[in-house]
T-cell receptor, first 120, second 110 residues
Framework: GAVVSQHPSWVICKSGTSVKIECRSLDFQATTMFWYRQFPKQSLMLMATSNEGSKATYEQGVEKDKFLINHASLTLSTLTVTSAHPEDSSFYIC????????????????FGNGTRLTVT | GQSLEQPSEVTAVEGAIVQINCTYQTSGFYGLSWYQQHDGGAPTFLSYNALDGLEETGRFSSFLSRSDSYGYLLLQELQMKDSASYFCAVSSGGYQKVTFGTGTKLQVIP
């Protein structure tokens, strides 16, 4: 259980275009979704935290007008990289968690398989 | 803000035991978790500690000391497939955002 599906798994786009990445929780309702970016041989850097029906909370240094996050439902969040540039090329990973009703504890993060974005 | 520190690389022999340490600084701490990531793949959850002490899950165990802001991941009976990067991560804040450490690249050798 607790499967997160992320699409596309890879995308190549031209500089100046926009790219949308989808993240879906397939068998649970995600209380919160997170978007991370990972450059080669580096750690995962949190970009933003997204709750259904509310605006995403962006980490310091992440441009909210460039990385548009929409969390329309409890099972779907999207990240749109607008006017992409070569420096935006990276591995983008979404994750989701749910709150256990009985314990009130949050579940661990469940990750999508990531999207490798290459901007030419 | 949050900061986490881990050793960058560890090498261990197949069948041995290895410990990966993690120290952290954060406000609003909820818990410490560990994730494994193979090259080119997404992270997968290994273990989580919200309270002090040892949590055991098969060959993997994780320890937390909240007073020392310290934890470790213990891998026993190492296998070649355990070669991967291991990240500690803290959950903190109202939405319990998860911040990852710098990662430790484990190489298991025959």
């Amino acid at each position: 259980g607790a499967v997160v599906s992320q699409h596309p798994s890879w995308v190549i786009c031209k500089s100046g275009t926009s790219v949308k990445i989808e993240c879906r929780s397939l068998d649970f309702q995600a209380t919160t979704m997170f978007w991370y970016r990972q450059f080669p041989k580096q750690s995962l850097m949190l970009m933003a935290t997204s709750n259904e029906g509310s605006k995403a909370t962006y980490e310091q240094g992440v441009e909210k007008d460039k990385f548009l996050i929409n969390h329309a439902s409890l099972t779907l969040s999207t990240l749109t990289v607008t006017s992409a540039h070569p420096e935006d090329s990276s591995f983008y990973i979404c994750s989701a968690l749910y709150r256990d009703r009985r314990s009130s504890y949050n579940s661990p993060l469940h990750f999508g398989n990531g999207t490798r974005l290459t901007v030419t | 803000g949050q900061s986490l520190e881990q050793p960058s690389e560890v090498t261990a022999v197949e069948g041995a035991i290895v410990q990966i340490n993690c120290t952290y600084q954060t406000s609003g701490f909820y818990g410490l978790s560990w994730y494994q990531q193979h090259d080119g793949g997404a992270p997968t959850f290994l273990s989580y500690n919200a309270l002090d002490g040892l949590e055991e899950t098969g060959r993997f165990s994780s320890f937390l000391s909240r007073s020392d802001s310290y934890g470790y991941l213990l891998l026993q009976e190492l296998q070649m497939k355990d070669s991967a990067s291991y990240f500690c991560a803290v959950s903190s804040g109202g939405y319990q955002k998860v911040t990852f450490g710098t990662g430790t690249k484990l190489q298991v050798i025959p």
